[in-house]
């Protein structure tokens, strides 16, 4: 299935196809094929070129203890769907900077751009990849031995889509059907000053 997005001016087809799915198969993803994802993260940009991101990588495949782990810290509705999915990837941050032990204000906004990096990697090797905020941080935390100094931000799942209709859920498969939407531009881009309008053509 596919959802693009309904633009009022064409960008990047990479882009415009991206979405979150909730129907994954249980195919497995090459390791070669996950590597490249990470390389694409690895090259986002960051403060300092600080790179505060942190991976954790599930391979349902490769390290299926490890994928049990992750699997077991999403929320019961995360869990009935992500259970498909061939990788869980955990997304930390460092929250201080290494080159002078402060505070790194921007750790968790340059790891979500390292995180998009991989969503994008994703979709241009025909997967999907689905980011999840409901996940429990500390039992991930302790499930991963992750340092005090680093914060638990998502899970990615990733792998291969598949068709709606095998959610067993009825909402969950109905929405995997709905048409995506965003607000208008109007609504959230300011054009010189705050709660101005940019102005679309």
């Known amino acids: ?6 633009t009022s001016e064409p960008i990047h087809p990479l ?3 991206r979405w979150s799915p909730r129907a994954f198969s249980s195919s497995p993803v090459a390791s070669e094929t996950l590597q490249a994802l990470m390389e694409a993260a690895r090259w986002a940009p960051s403060c300092f070129g600080a790179e505060p991101w942190r991976f954790v ?7 299926p203890a490890a994928w049990q782990k992750a699997l077991d810290c999403l929320v019961p509705d995360n869990q009935t769907w992500a259970q498909q999915a061939a990788a869980l990837i ?5 929250t201080a900077f290494a080159h002078n032990g402060k505070s790194n204000t921007f750790h968790a906004y340059d790891t979500g751009a390292a995180a998009m990096c991989l969503v994008l990697e994703a979709e241009n090797q025909g ?31 990733v792998g291969k889509q598949a068709e709606a209709a095998t959610l067993k859920d009825d909402d969950m498969r109905a929405r995997e059907e709905t048409p ?3 607000q208008a531009l109007v609504d959230n881009f300011f054009d010189g000053a705050w709660s101005v309008p940019v102005k679309v053509m």
């Open 1 to 6: 299935m596919h959802k693009p997005a309904q």
């Open 57 to 63: 990588l599930c391979d349902k495949e490769r390290n």
């Open 127 to 157: 997967l999907r990849a689905h980011q999840m905020g409901g996940f429990d941080a500390e039992a991930a935390r302790a499930a991963f031995a992750v340092p005090q100094n680093c914060a638990c931000l998502s899970f990615i799942a």
């Open 15 to 17: 882009l415009a196809s």
């Open 90 to 94: 955990l997304v930390c941050a460092d």
């Open 180 to 182: 995506r939407q965003r």
